[in-house]
């Protein structure tokens, strides 16, 4: 199912009997009736497209229609391209982790928040690890903060965490400077 577009009335399709007409060249003509402005516009071949209708006599241009449609086309998809789109990379780290896995995964970590993405490390609790989750989870949180701003990451700040059951995750990103 398309989506409903904002319609702009073209030629006929206006309704007013007086209209206040620009030419293609951008020179006000001044108010005439819907029919001379539209012989006017096939005398030129191109189209009366209403911009505005907020007024009693609304304003018309005398343009190429299919042109102004194709170049608001390609403005909307050079904006598109111009977007930065943010991901969320995840790492997983255990409550016993060694440091060297530590240390990989972390610098895995800094490597993409330096690409720009977001990073979300997600702690894995597993059995009686879940009694000292709190505590341990916490330590765990503060160090993996500490090794970051050790790291050269000065920056960095946590977004929000989130806890659903044997897992506890937190977003950090790079503040904007």
């Not at 997983?92 to 490390?121: C, E, S, W």
Request: aromatic share 6%; net charge positive; no cysteine.
């Amino acid at each position: 199912m398309k989506k409903k577009t904002e319609q702009q009335l073209i030629n006929e399709n206006i309704k007013s009997f007086k209209v206040r007409v620009i030419t293609d060249e951008g020179e006000n003509i001044g108010v005439l009736s819907r029919d001379a402005a539209l012989n006017l516009a096939q005398q030129k071949n191109l189209d009366l497209v209403m911009l505005s209708d907020q007024d009693d006599i609304p304003l018309v241009k005398i343009m190429d229609f299919g042109k102004s449609l194709y170049i608001k086309k390609k403005k909307l998809a050079e904006g598109k391209k111009k977007q930065k789109v943010v991901k969320v990379k995840e790492i997983k780290l255990r409550p016993k982790i060694g440091h060297h896995d530590y240390m990989t995964k972390i610098n895995q970590g800094v490597k993409f928040l330096k690409a720009g993405n977001k990073l979300k490390v997600t702690l894995m609790f597993r059995g009686r690890e879940m009694e000292t989750r709190v505590a341990v989870g916490s330590a765990l949180f503060d160090k993996v903060t500490q090794t970051f701003q050790e790291l050269g990451l000065t920056n960095i700040v946590h977004e929000k965490d989130m806890s659903a059951g044997p897992f506890w995750s937190r977003v950090y990103m790079l503040k904007a400077k």
